[in-house]
């Protein structure tokens, strides 16, 4: 095994439990260092600092799995890991679907596991969790006796680390499309198409923020995909839901999952491009009692980051001007670089520009599964806000 030696100073980051070491942060390695393989990292007097796997080829070359010198990175260490992630899930009331692993907050940087029922998605981002695929796949064969396992590693994110784009089965074949049961609710799942692991998990708490705010009430959601907040509007007792998302087959699974709900009179849905209605619908006058907005992320890169902004204020403008008097904006944001603080801002000028006073009602975060680190800005990514606009 090799040994990583720092530089002399070492990042405040590193020292407060960041996982992540740079090239730029190594000083010396003694041994070899393979890639995917796992190192010891120390401090340039040789203060044992932690325990990880290694890429020379990406900008991070190592990611600390454990802090503990005696700790062992070996089949156990994945067992115990998932094991107490899972039992973190339950406490917190999880029994269905959750995000059982969200990477760095769950101490295996990079690894993502969804869990939907009886089925598992799961990604693999870097080298050196990919070698640890097949040890995975057994634990969670060990833990769940799964009725089915997928990767869903077609992401370009991989391709950083040397890695190729791939998805398919890391169980016996089985049946990609699913059902889900989520807050009482009905929803097919594509585990083996649907974007990212097929579902949105990171929601599955502020769906439920909605139920008071729908009743009775007509709703128009954009950036639907799937339908989930507005096939939860039309179940919490909504009288009306149009849904928009500009992917054909994001509203034929919408229309399907009305359906499997029995809520196709209620929910209705439209494939079409939402900026340029909205700024239609606006402009004619249109309103409805609540409007959602949860839109793609706007960027990935801090060179983007005005335009990002710029994409918030444009489309929680036109929101909020189809919203009636007295009604909510639901509006979230999963661009990791807009900080929570930001992001209110941003609703704060648009409701400004539209001529509207607001008030907060919920802002939240992701859901419970997908636990925040402090001072690891990438496990907080998702806002999630309800207005009422004046
Ligand atoms: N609300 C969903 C997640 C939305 S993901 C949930 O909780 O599951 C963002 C969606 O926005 C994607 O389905 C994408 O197809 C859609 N989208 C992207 N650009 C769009 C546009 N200009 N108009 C409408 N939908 C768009």
Not at 173 to 191: A, C, L, Q, S, Y
Not at 252 to 273: H, P, S, T, W, Y
Not at 321 to 335: A, E, M, Y
């Amino acid at each position: 095994m090799a040994n990583v030696i720092l530089r002399k100073k070492i990042s405040r980051r590193i020292e407060s439990g960041h996982p992540w070491i740079f090239g730029n942060e190594v000083n010396v390695v003694e041994g070899e260092w393979t890639a995917g393989g796992i190192a010891d990292v120390f401090t340039h007097d040789k203060k044992f600092i932690g325990r990880g796997y290694v890429n020379p080829q990406s900008q991070i070359v190592v990611r600390l799995l454990t802090r503990n010198r005696d700790e062992q990175v070996d089949r156990d260490f994945f067992l115990r890991h998932i094991r107490d992630a899972w039992a973190y899930r339950q406490q917190l009331g999880y029994r269905e679907n959750c995000r059982l692993i969200f990477g760095e907050a769950d101490g295996l940087p990079q690894l993502i596991i969804d869990k939907f029922n009886d089925y598992f998605a799961i990604q693999t981002l870097a080298l050196g969790i990919d070698t640890w695929k097949p040890v995975i796949v057994e634990v969670l064969e060990e833990l769940f006796s799964p009725k089915g396992i997928y990767e869903r590693n077609d992401v370009p994110v991989r391709e950083l680390e040397g890695l190729a784009q791939q998805k398919g089965f890391l169980s016996a074949p089985f049946d990609t499309n699913i059902i889900i049961t989520e807050n009482g609710v009905r929803f097919h799942v594509d585990m083996a198409n649907g974007q990212k692991t097929g579902y949105f998990l990171d929601q599955q708490d502020n769906r439920r923020a909605i139920q008071n705010i729908v009743k009775g009430a007509d709703v128009l959601g954009a950036f639907c995909y799937t339908g989930s907040f507005e096939i939860h509007a039309g179940f919490y007792g909504a009288q009306s839901v149009l849904g928009l998302d500009i992917s054909d087959k994001a509203i034929d699974m919408c229309n399907k999952n009305a359906l499997l709900n029995g809520l196709q009179d209620i929910c209705r849905f439209e494939a079409v491009n939402a900026f340029d209605v909205l700024k239609v619908w606006a402009k004619e006058g249109r309103k409805w009692d609540v409007v959602m907005l949860d839109p793609p992320s706007f960027t990935k890169t801090r060179d983007n980051i005005q335009k990002a902004i710029s994409g918030y204020k444009e489309i929680n403008l036109r929101g909020l001007k189809l919203v009636k008097p007295g009604g909510f904006l639901v509006t979230s944001s999963c661009t990791n670089l807009i900080q929570p603080s930001l992001f209110a801002e941003i609703i704060q000028m648009a409701a400004r520009d539209a001529k509207r006073r607001i008030r907060q009602v919920v802002f939240n975060s992701q859901s419970a599964d997908h636990p925040i680190i402090p001072g690891q800005e990438n496990t907080h990514y998702l806002k999630f806000m309800i207005v009422q606009v004046l």
